[in-house]
């Protein structure tokens, strides 16, 4: 426990802002559940009748000690190779990882948006529309006005709103599931790769809502292996490194000398 | 400033009012919300119950012919080649096909409950709304589906001769009742499932035994006249009357069929409606609020993993 609380990185305070998201010593460890074992039923009882564990669950340390403090008008860039923890982070700001140790404590409820977030995918676009509106909260009347402003942002191709969500690119998925949950001002909106799959045009224009979003005293955290669009969306950028701070500060230091690491 | 000793984080966040990301809502509050997600619970249902026949090409004719094939199923077995009035059960096809119907409302609105949180888990990652509209939304597609085969139920009770009275509006708080203690068992069902899949695997086989226990396919109180083990054991008499399957589909048999309570009032003599309505008020009361605050209480931890 004292070695954790050394691990951790010290965290400065600017005390003119307000926070918004603390991260404070947070450690998460989860459980996989996957392939290994022989997988046969007879297998399966012997495990049973012997009480033993399921012999595929391994234990990941995918966040190892991390502090920060996130301020209100924020976007945050995470940055970091695959498997360094980022998409975990978001998932712990979310509250859908419950901490090994430490804690996470926001203003307001986290909102993520992931890539497989599929949403209904037997539904229509269009019911996806109204449904994941009315689930955010808004009643039927704001949801029809909003409805317009929704399709137009994701911009589908004609006719597309009316076929199931399942026949989507995931470019298309992508970009319906972003305009859903932009459709409302969250406090933080947590964005894991979700852009990656829009093209030009869409970067553009999200770009433009996420800048309208901090405006509204929210926060807004982008998971983002592009780095342009790291760079173009984000005033501040955190570098994870095997789960633990690698860099926290402005966006152009942080991304040259990752990409100086990176490159080596 | 550098934070040192001089205040913890937890304590800065607490100063500035910032909450654990996963702590659940008070209780009122909770409700409050989940009332908010009214209409979106009315519009989930409807879109999975026009989503559910979209693979298939009749589409939405299933609704109305699932419950049909089931009763003719019923017919061919029970009504033809059995040829049976078991136990001198008048109009043995509405008797059965009531409880049939019934039952199966129950039965169906347990097993998809189960299946609420598991099935819904994109939506539950992506969004942050009260979990609790997931399988209080299960149990409306069921209810909108029991609409549509109690049409069926009518064509075929008043198809049998059964004159239509003012007492068949009694009918309608006996589909409340059940439709409560449906809502209170499937969260209950939806919190069990979630963290074990491996109750989606078992159910079918302890509703299917729920199901002879529970006089859909004969008459219990001809069981506890004619059956000298209920005779001698005579609380397990009592507790076949308690059981909520038993209570529902009886309760709607003496509401809709007046031969049937005419049968079990003056020829078994038995004047059991009246516990029927208490047993049925009981269960919906304690099912729907235990099944809340059961769901209720595990509401952080929905979707992890």
């Not at chain 2, 695997?201 to 006249?225: A, H």
């Amino acid at each position: 426990m004292v070695n954790a609380q050394l691990a951790q990185n010290p965290v400065d305070i600017d005390p003119t802002r307000d926070p918004i998201v603390v991260v404070d010593g947070l450690h998460i460890v989860y459980r996989v559940y996957g392939a290994g074992g022989k997988g046969n039923a007879a297998s399966a009882i012997s495990r049973v009748i012997k009480r033993q564990k399921r012999p595929s669950m391994t234990e990941v340390h995918a966040i190892k000690g991390l502090s920060f403090v996130a301020y209100r008008g924020e976007a945050v860039g995470v940055i970091g190779t695959n498997g360094s923890g980022k998409s975990t982070l978001l998932q712990a700001i979310a509250g859908l990882l419950p901490p090994a140790r430490g804690g996470v404590y926001t203003d307001g409820q986290p909102s993520l948006l992931g890539v497989n977030a599929a949403l209904m995918k037997d539904l229509t676009g269009e019911r996806n529309v109204v449904l994941g509106c009315l689930a955010m909260g808004m009643t039927p009347q704001e949801t029809k006005e909003k409805y317009q402003e929704v399709v137009d942002f994701a911009g589908l191709k004609p006719g597309f709103i009316n076929y199931p969500m399942r026949t989507y690119s995931s470019g298309m998925g992508a970009r319906l599931r972003f305009a859903i949950a932009a459709a409302k001002t969250h406090d933080v909106l947590l964005i894991d790769e979700a852009l990656a799959t829009g093209d030009g045009k869409f970067r553009t224009k999200s770009k433009k809502r996420i800048e309208e979003l901090r405006k509204d005293a929210g926060a807004v955290f982008l998971v983002a292996h592009q780095l342009d669009v790291v760079r173009e969306t984000c005033d501040r950028v955190i570098w994870l490194d095997d789960g633990q701070m690698r860099m926290d500060g402005d966006p152009d230091t942080v991304l040259d000398a990752y990409t100086e690491a990176t490159q080596k | 400033m550098n934070l040192g000793s001089s205040e913890s984080l937890a304590a800065y966040a607490a100063r500035f009012g910032l909450k654990q990301s996963s702590a659940r809502p008070s209780l009122s509050k909770y409700i409050r919300e989940v009332w908010e997600r009214r209409h979106f619970i009315w519009a989930f249902a409807s879109a999975k119950n026009i989503a559910m026949y979209s693979d298939s090409r009749l589409g939405q004719v299933w609704q109305l012919l699932t419950p049909l094939l089931n009763v003719g199923v019923y017919f061919l077995i029970f009504g033809v080649i059995l040829s049976t009035t078991r136990g001198g059960v008048p109009d043995f096809i509405p008797f059965l096909v009531t409880g049939v119907f019934m039952f199966g409302f129950m039965q169906r609105s347990i097993q998809s409950g189960s299946k609420s949180v598991g099935d819904n888990l994109s939506l539950i990652r992506a969004l942050h709304f009260p979990r609790a509209t997931l399988p209080l939304a299960i149990a409306v597609v069921e209810f909108q589906q029991l609409v549509l085969s109690l049409i069926v139920l009518m064509l075929i009770v008043v198809g049998f001769g059964e004159p239509i009275s003012l007492h068949m509006l009694l009918f309608i708080p006996v589909v409340g009742l059940q439709l409560m203690f449906n809502v209170g068992a499937g969260m209950i069902m939806a919190r069990l499932g979630a963290f074990n899949r491996d109750i989606t695997q078992l159910l079918p086989f302890i509703t299917r035994t729920w199901l002879y226990l529970s006089g859909v396919i004969w008459s219990i109180p001809y069981l506890l006249q004619h059956s000298k083990a209920l005779k001698d054991n005579p609380w397990l008499g009592e507790i076949l009357k308690a059981n909520p399957g038993y209570v529902y589909v009886e309760l709607s048999r003496h509401t809709l069929l007046g031969d049937y309570r005419h049968y079990v009032h003056h020829k078994l003599h038995m004047h059991s409606t009246a516990e029927l309505w208490i047993w049925a008020v009981i269960w919906a009361v304690v099912a729907l609020v235990a099944g809340f605050l059961f769901f209720f209480r595990a509401e952080e931890r929905y979707g992890r993993g």
